[in-house]
């Protein structure tokens, strides 16, 4: 098994930049691809970004794309996210994943452990 756990969420300005973690425990957090995904009120789950295990391939959604970045640090089994340039619009619960697969997926299907998730909300 595989536990999750976001932190670093919170309330932020339009603009403003925040950071999320999310720290893995049980199998080896190298074995696995990571993504991040959101929730808004009233929508589906989407897509945010995606690293492999290695943390050489990356991929990210088209809304996010030059002002967030993902990366890990293998040897603390944590995931991160870089959010700068705040906008309202990526309000909402980041949920990371874990993906047995190994790959940059966008499709929730493909992961097997999720967090529990953490609260962003972004101010005007």
């Known amino acids: 098994q595989v536990q999750l756990v976001e932190s670093g969420g919170g309330l932020v300005q339009t603009g403003g930049s925040l950071r999320l973690s999310c720290l893995s425990s049980g199998r080896t957090f190298a074995d696995y691809g990571m993504g991040w995904f959101r929730q808004a009120p009233g929508k589906e789950r989407e897509f945010v970004a995606a690293?492999?295990?290695?943390?050489?391939?990356?991929n990210y959604a088209d809304s996010v794309q030059g002002r967030f970045t993902i990366f890990r640090d293998n040897t603390k089994s944590t995931l991160y996210l870089q959010m700068n340039s705040l906008k309202p619009e990526d309000t909402g619960v980041y949920f990371c994943?874990?993906?047995?697969?190994?790959?940059?997926?966008?499709?929730?299907?493909?992961?097997?452990?999720w967090g529990q998730g953490t609260q962003v909300t972004v101010s005007s």
């Open positions: 690293i492999d295990r290695g943390g050489t391939r990356l």
């Open positions: 994943a874990a993906d047995s697969w190994k790959g940059v997926s966008s499709w929730d299907g493909q992961y097997d452990y």
